[in-house]
């Protein structure tokens, strides 16, 4: 059953983002970044996580400032 956002839940899929995310991991905090990214997608297709395509897009977004700014402190 399609959440709204035109996404249906496939655990399938889930389970395959997941695992490039793992692959893709590494010691670099760029991959690091993409693993994250990379999970986070997965959660819309995982039947039990309750997300949203704008949902990730903001907590993705907010990583990415994060890592530009180099700390969790705001300006």
Do not use: C, F
């Not at 059953?1 to 996404?7: A, F, N, P, Q, T």
């Not at 590494?26 to 986070?40: H, K, M, W």
Request: aromatic residues 4%.
């Amino acid at each position: 059953m399609s959440d709204g956002d035109g996404i249906d839940p496939d655990p399938e899929r889930a389970a395959l983002v997941r695992e490039v995310a793992e692959d893709v991991r590494g010691d670099s905090s760029e991959s690091e970044q993409l693993a994250a990214l990379l999970y986070r997608v997965s959660d819309l297709y995982d039947p039990e996580e309750d997300t949203s395509p704008p949902e990730i897009y903001r907590n993705v977004r907010t990583i990415l400032q994060i890592k530009e700014r180099g700390t969790l402190e705001r300006d």
